[in-house]
């Protein structure tokens, strides 16, 4: 069972446009939403992180909006860069009892073209 | 510098050898995991350790044995019964309890041949 779906597996933009990319869950009580960025052959690093207590968080060239009755979140990544070009991770988790369990969508991979 | 580090980057063994994958970390974070990695595959947890001395199975557990003897070591060991280890390995880890964020080293490619 895949508690994290993430679309689209990948993604072509051209520079200077907007990549968004979303992520469903289905367990109701995560309350923690990260996003992941990594780069080839490197490991993942935290790019952006939102609760559920708001429906959006910008942090520079990013943002996360979140639909909490939808059980949707997503990454908006403004003005995008060919050095914005990685793959993209969601992640959910709950906090209490084994709130270390981060579960990961698939990836999606971001290529920004010149 | 503080950090996670893994080594080595690259791995190779011949299938049926147990092999280990070292992860340290100077954060002086009390939890630490590792996943695996495979293409379109996403991260699936292996393992995680909350303290020292004890660690629990994540989600693909069988074939994979871990320790975890002192705060800042937490190494993994890929036995012969996995029947697909050739992946990349990603150790991580977080400061402790009602903590999320997670810190990631680079990773270390095993190829079983």
């Known amino acids: 069972q895949q508690q994290v779906k993430q679309s689209p597996q990948s993604l072509i933009v051209q520079k200077g446009g907007i990549s968004i990319i979303n992520c469903a869950y289905e367990n109701t009580a995560f309350d923690y939403f990260p996003w992941y960025q990594q780069f080839p052959g490197k490991g993942p690093a935290l790019l952006i992180a939102?609760?559920?207590?708001?429906s959006e968080k910008k942090e520079g060239r990013f943002t996360i909006s979140f639909n909490k009755s939808a059980k949707q979140f997503s990454l908006h990544i403004m003005d995008s860069q060919p050095g914005d070009s990685a793959t993209y991770f969601c992640?959910?988790?709950?906090?209490?009892?084994?709130?270390?369990?981060?579960?990961f969508g698939k990836g999606t991979l971001l290529t920004v073209n010149p | 510098d503080g950090g996670i580090t893994q080594s080595p980057k690259y791995l190779f063994r011949k299938e049926g050898q147990n092999v280990t994958l070292s992860c340290e970390q100077n954060l002086n974070h009390d939890a630490m995991y590792w996943y695996r990695q495979d293409p379109g595959q996403g991260l699936r947890l292996i393992y995680y350790?909350?303290?020292?001395?004890?660690?629990q199975k994540g989600d693909i557990a069988e074939g994979y044995s871990v320790s975890r003897e002192k705060k800042e070591s937490f190494p993994l060991t890929v036995t012969s019964a996995q029947k697909n280890p050739t992946a990349f390995y990603l150790c991580?880890?977080?400061?402790?309890?009602?903590?999320?964020?997670?810190?990631f080293g680079p990773g270390t490619r095993l190829t079983v041949l």
């Open positions: 992640a959910a988790s709950k906090s209490g009892g084994s709130n270390y369990k981060l579960t």
């Open positions: 939102i609760r559920p207590d708001v």
């Open positions: 350790s909350q303290i020292v001395n004890d660690f």
């Open positions: 991580a880890s977080s400061i402790g309890q009602n903590t999320d964020t997670q810190y």
